[in-house]
């Protein structure tokens, strides 16, 4: 092997081993850019959470900010309605102001009017604050006769009132006796003209519309709500009813001014009669 192919052989060894050097370094490099570009990028990474967290924030404040700017104008409005409101008030009150000013004016021209005619009439003030003096014990004398005679009429009316209450409670008890009298002489009646019977049902009845105001089951008498002013009859026929309910057929025996007796046909009878039972006629 001749020296310049040994020349070459090294030159070539010692470019491989540069360029295995400059591989190895960049290498280096390389995994030394990778590992900071993965650092930078964590930090960037949690930079922009950060940031993002800000923007939220300042997001939700700018919100905030927002809502109270709007009920800030709210308030606002309200107060310059309600300065409004006041300016219209102040202006009724300088009009009142104004008015009670020229009231006022006349009223003191009045006054000093009324202070001349005082000073011209003082001399009548002082006879009649004389006379006053005078008829003052006898106002009071007066006064005294008349509460005396207030208190007596008041004794009285209340005398009164209590007699009026006796007179009314002895006029119900009066008029419950008339009653029960009347009710009691119907039953009596009906009883007699039970014994002797009713006789035939007229053709002519009237159409009436009554009530029920006593029963005596035992005696079969039932007394109504109508009487001779309404023109019931002896032998007029009735049907009672209770609501929707038929109860029996009634027929008049006896008749009164107001009330009237008669007896149930038994055949007919459905339930017994009660007081406040409806009867009409057939």
Known sequence: MNTVAKILIVVNLVLAGAFLASAGNFLGHMDHW????EVDTAVLQDTIDQKEIVIVRERKEKADLISQSNALQGQLDGFKKEAAEVRVQDDLLKEAHNHASIQLTQATAALEKAQDTIKSNQQLIDALQGERAKNSEALRVARDAKEAAIRSLAEKEQQFENLMAQKQALAAQLEDTKHQLRSAQLTAETAVSLAGGAGDVPMDQPAHDGQIVAVDTGANVAIISLGAEDGVRPGYRYTV??????????????????????RSIKSLQKSRIQRGDRVMSR
Request: net charge positive; hydrophobic share 25%.
């Open 34 to 37: 990778k590992n900071k570009h």
């Open 241 to 262: 009813s209770r609501g929707s309910q038929y109860v029996t057929m009634i027929e008049i025996t006896d008749v009164q001014a107001k009330q009237s007796a008669g």
